[in-house]
C-alpha cells in the first residue's frame, strides 16, 4: 500500500472532518425524529460529498459504498466502504464520541484504513502489513492476560428492532459482566475496535458484521490483535459476527461468549 495513497485519504478524511465540525455543537438538542432524522441525514451527505470526489480522485478504478449498515460479499478489485459519520446520533446529540471512517478493501480483504475522530484530534491509521498508528504512532494491543482486569466491549445497532438479538445480547452482556472488570455497550463500533487497537480497551464483539466495521478491523489486527468469527475461525468481510481482542484474553472472551 502506497505511503501516497494513504496521506491522501488522510488528507481527505481530515477535510471532512473539518466540515463536521462546523456542523457540530456541543449544546445540539434535536427536539423529535424528525429534526433528529434530517440532521443525521445532513451530516452524511456533508461527508461523502467532501470524501467521494478526493477519495476517487486518489484512486479513480475503486467502487464505492457508504451503507454503513451493508453486509455480503463484495466483487472484486478494490472498494472504498466508508461509515460517513460513525456514532452520527452522538454528534447531532453533542456528544464526543463521533468519527469518520474510510477503508479500502481490495479482492474481499481490508487493505487501509482511516478513522478520525475530530473533536479529539485522534487520526487512526493502518495498512495491510504496515502497522496502526495513532497520529503518527504506532499502536499496540494490550498485554492483559485474564478477564477479571479486561475493559470489554459491544455495540449492537437497534437491538430493540429484534427481539431475538436484543436477547442474545442481554444473556453475552450477563455472561461477560460476571467475567470481565467491565463491559461496555456503546456506539459507535469503530470507536471500540480503536480502543482495542490502542490498548485502551481489551475485547469488543459483535453478533453481527458490517461492511464498514473493517476498518476497525484492520486497525486492531495491524496493532497485534485477534479477530475472529465466534466460531473461532479467522474474520472475513462475509462474516456473520466476530471477536477483536487482544491475544492474552481472546480465548478466555470467546469462550464466556460461546458458553
Same mark, same amino acid.
Given at each position: 500500500m502506497s505511503q501516497e495513497l494513504l496521506a491522501a485519504t488522510v488528507a481527505a478524511v481530515r477535510h471532512a472532518g473539518a466540515r463536521m465540525m462546523t456542523r457540530y455543537a456541543t449544546g445540539a438538542r434535536p427536539p423529535g425524529l424528525p429534526e433528529l432524522l434530517a440532521s443525521l441525514q445532513a451530516n452524511d451527505a /456533508?461527508?461523502?460529498?467532501?470524501?467521494r470526489p478526493a477519495l476517487t480522485e486518489a484512486l479513480p478504478g475503486a467502487g464505492w459504498l457508504n451503507?454503513?449498515?451493508?453486509?455480503?460479499?463484495l466483487a472484486t478489485g478494490e472498494w472504498w466502504l466508508i461509515d460517513p459519520v460513525g456514532g452520527n446520533v452522538n454528534a447531532v446529540h453533542g456528544m464526543p464520541d463521533w468519527n469518520i471512517g474510510v477503508s479500502l478493501?481490495?479482492?474481499g480483504r481490508p487493505v487501509l484504513a482511516v478513522v478520525f475522530f475530530p473533536v479529539l484530534d485522534e487520526m487512526f491509521t493502518a495498512?495491510?502489513?504496515?502497522?496502526?498508528?495513532?497520529?503518527?504512532?504506532?499502536?499496540?494491543?494490550?498485554?492483559?492476560s485474564?478477564?477479571?482486569?479486561?475493559?470489554?466491549?459491544?455495540?449492537?445497532?437497534?437491538?430493540?428492532?429484534?427481539?431475538?438479538?436484543?436477547?442474545?445480547?442481554?444473556?453475552?452482556?450477563?455472561?461477560?459482566?460476571?467475567?470481565?472488570?467491565?463491559?461496555?455497550?456503546?456506539?459507535?463500533?469503530?470507536?471500540?475496535? /480503536?480502543?482495542? /487497537?490502542?490498548?485502551?480497551?481489551?475485547v469488543h464483539w459483535q453478533f453481527e458484521n458490517v461492511r464498514s466495521h473493517a476498518a476497525g478491523v484492520l486497525l486492531v489486527q495491524e496493532a497485534g490483535g485477534v479477530v475472529t468469527d465466534l466460531a473461532g475461525k479467522a474474520w472475513e468481510l462475509t462474516s456473520e459476527s466476530y471477536l477483536a481482542a487482544a491475544p492474552g484474553v481472546h480465548a478466555a472472551a470467546l469462550d464466556v461468549l460461546t458458553a
Open positions: /456533508a461527508v461523502v460529498d467532501t470524501l451503507d454503513e449498515h451493508g453486509s455480503g460479499p478493501v481490495r479482492d495498512t495491510e502489513d504496515g502497522g496502526a498508528f495513532l497520529n503518527g504512532v504506532r499502536l499496540r494491543v494490550s498485554a492483559k485474564s478477564l477479571d482486569g479486561a475493559l470489554v466491549g459491544t455495540g449492537q445497532a437497534q437491538p430493540g428492532h429484534d427481539p431475538e438479538l436484543a436477547a442474545r445480547m442481554g444473556s453475552a452482556f450477563v455472561a461477560m459482566t460476571n467475567s470481565a472488570l467491565y463491559v461496555r455497550v456503546s456506539v459507535p463500533v469503530t470507536h471500540q475496535l /480503536a480502543q482495542v /487497537a490502542a490498548g485502551r480497551m481489551d
